[in-house]
């Protein structure tokens, strides 16, 4: 036998050799199940969900009212193409593959207010799950109100370098219109938008954990929403090996549109940009913010750079940091930042401001789960904005009862549904991992009259929608599908659940006393004739005579239940 070679040793100079940097597109390339593309058929849902969330934002800050369509088309057994369009303000050209094709790329990462995109991942990240699966590029066509014509381009993304690459750019005749439930109803076209055409790999399945379910709960939260929706597929028999007759049938209108029209026709209140309070910045930000300062002094840089701070307040830091008030923050920033990191935290400031939040409210709560969800109870609570780490945020809760058997969706045996909401935008997966399952279920639902199995949801036939605003939602990984459990979070929303639930306990004991009531006028209606029959024999009156009396016998019992 002869020997084997032994392995030569690594050196310092050949491990460094290979080292070399790794891209942002890289990394989620190769771990693409952080960004919610683990699967065929989440990968579906994640890019409606970053196409749909990209263009509500662009709406309403343009003061837009939304109105958008999403077509799913099955160009293959495990190939779908996703087509969102919307009525927003547009894109400018020079913008478009950036915005389309380069992962960490937008314009709310750095800013403190409400919004649904917050990274500058999502939709870049769909077009590279698109790209990776097919090879095919993203397709945007684009045309803003100032434009004669629009524009389509279609863009890859180079995961070496994080660059869009541009494969077509052309201007054509493009309007965005959107179709209504039936040919009898007229297309309506805007004059600007957007539409975003992704082909991939993907599973279309239908229920609680799909696009028609993340869609139906979009329509419910964002009232002001109209959303046209279509899915067409291959027929069974062709599923396999589509024809090219066949893939041209496929191209015609055959499913037929479903709208959900909205049930509001005015915006949300627009959320203002805020500075970021100085007890949710901690040092690594610290330092970096007095650095980059273009602040004179110490004392201008903590008014000017933060929220909350007035000339008192930042003379008082100075003062227990031991700082001149007239220091220059760079030099602070790399000697003397500590001690004014800890000066900070000992100084009482009022709350950061709310007005960087625009919660749905009360009424458009109650309007998106009629319009969407049969119940016979309905009931809202929105609570006052408070604060985590620094972090304006403020939580709301919607619940909708149905009598059982009323709502076929809704049965009185099972766990009532939880539908979780941050910043307007559904939350489909990892349920369990999240702050507002955990505050659903620690609530004592037995005392508003539900049964409630130890540590679990309570059973019955209802619907509970949970939403949190905040200028900075804490998901529990880059998916966006869990709230972290933060016990400022859990608190609001346990508070605002047991307000719910005290209001639904008085609607079901009215309705217990009710139903009472009925039984015991039916026993009494009943007995009528022979209560009459009764009398009869007792006062000796004639026959005519008893059915007078039970005839003024059952208008009596008439008039007692009008009155309750």
């Given at each position: 036998m002869g020997k084997t070679k032994p392995t030569r040793a690594e050196t310092a100079e050949s491990m460094g050799a290979r080292q070399r940097e790794i891209s942002v597109s890289e990394f989620f390339l190769k771990n693409r199940h952080l960004l919610g593309f683990d699967s065929p058929r989440k990968a579906l849902l994640t890019t409606v969900k970053e196409a749909v969330d990209n263009s509500l934002d662009a709406c309403e800050e343009a003061g837009i009212l939304p109105a958008i369509s999403v077509e799913l088309r099955q160009i293959a057994e495990a190939r779908f193409q996703v087509q969102v369009t919307d009525n927003g303000p547009g894109v400018v050209r020079s913008q478009i593959p950036k915005i389309f094709a380069k992962l960490l790329y937008g314009s709310k990462f750095h800013r403190l207010r409400m919004s649904r995109g917050q990274q500058g991942i999502g939709i870049s990240a769909a077009g590279m799950y698109g790209q990776l699966t097919t090879g095919k590029a993203t397709r945007i066509w684009s045309k803003t109100k100032n434009q004669k014509q629009g524009h389509r381009i279609a863009v890859q993304l180079d995961t070496k370098t994080n660059k869009p690459v541009i494969i077509e750019d052309v201007e054509v005749e493009w309007l965005p219109t959107f179709h209504?439930?039936?040919?009898?109803?007229?297309?309506?076209?805007?004059?600007?938008?957007?539409?975003?055409?992704?082909?991939?790999e993907a599973t279309y399945v239908r229920g609680r954990l799909s696009v028609d379910e993340f869609l139906k709960q979009c329509a419910i939260v964002n009232p002001h929403l109209q959303l046209h929706y279509r899915v067409i597929l291959l027929k069974k028999d062709n599923a396999a090996a589509p024809t090219a007759e066949q893939q041209t049938e496929l191209i015609q209108p055959e499913a037929p549109w479903q709208v959900f029209q909205r049930a509001v026709k005015s915006l949300p209140p627009p959320s203002k940009e805020i500075k970021p309070h100085p007890h949710g910045v901690e040092l690594g930000v610290l330092m970096a913010m007095l650095k980059d300062t273009s602040a004179r002094s110490l004392k201008q840089a903590l008014t000017q750079d933060f929220s909350r701070v007035s000339d008192k307040a930042a003379h008082f830091i100075c003062d227990t940091a031991g700082l001149s008030p007239k220091a220059r923050p760079a030099r602070i920033a790399h000697q003397e930042s500590e001690a004014l990191f800890k000066a900070i935290a000992e100084v009482k400031l009022m709350r950061p401001p709310t007005d960087c939040l625009s919660p749905i409210g009360e009424e458009q709560i109650v309007a998106g789960l009629q319009k969407e969800i049969v119940a016979d109870f309905y009931t809202a609570v929105t609570r006052s904005p408070t604060v985590y780490r620094g972090n304006p945020f403020q939580v709301e809760v919607g619940l909708a009862y149905a009598k059982p058997g009323e709502n076929q969706d809704l049965g009185g045996d099972d766990p009532i549904r939880v539908m979780r909401f941050a910043n307007r935008v559904p939350l489909l997966y990892m349920g369990g991992g999240c702050a507002i399952t955990k505050a659903v279920s620690s609530v004592?639902?037995?005392?508003?009259?539900?049964?409630?199995?130890?540590?679990?949801?309570?059973?019955?036939?209802?619907?509970?929608?949970?939403?949190?605003?905040?200028?900075?939602?804490?998901?529990?990984?880059?998916?966006?599908?869990?709230?972290?459990?933060?016990?400022?979070?859990?608190r609001e929303l346990t508070f605002a659940l047991q307000e719910c639930g005290r209001r639904l306990s008085v609607y079901l004991n009215r309705r217990k006393r009710a139903a009472e009531a009925e039984r015991k006028r039916g026993y009494i209606e009943k007995y009528i004739p022979h209560l009459a029959l009764g009398l009869q024999d007792i006062l000796g009156f004639p026959e005519p005579e008893k059915e007078k009396v039970e005839t003024n016998l059952k208008d009596m019992l008439e008039r007692t239940r009008l009155q309750v």
């Open positions: 209504g439930e039936d040919v009898h109803t007229e297309p309506e076209s805007f004059r600007h938008g957007t539409c975003v055409s992704i082909e991939m004592n639902w037995k005392s508003y009259g539900l049964p409630q199995p130890k540590g679990s949801l309570p059973i019955g036939p209802m619907v509970i929608m949970a939403h949190m605003a905040s200028v900075w939602v804490p998901f529990t990984s880059e998916s966006k599908e869990a709230v972290a459990h933060y016990p400022e979070i859990v």
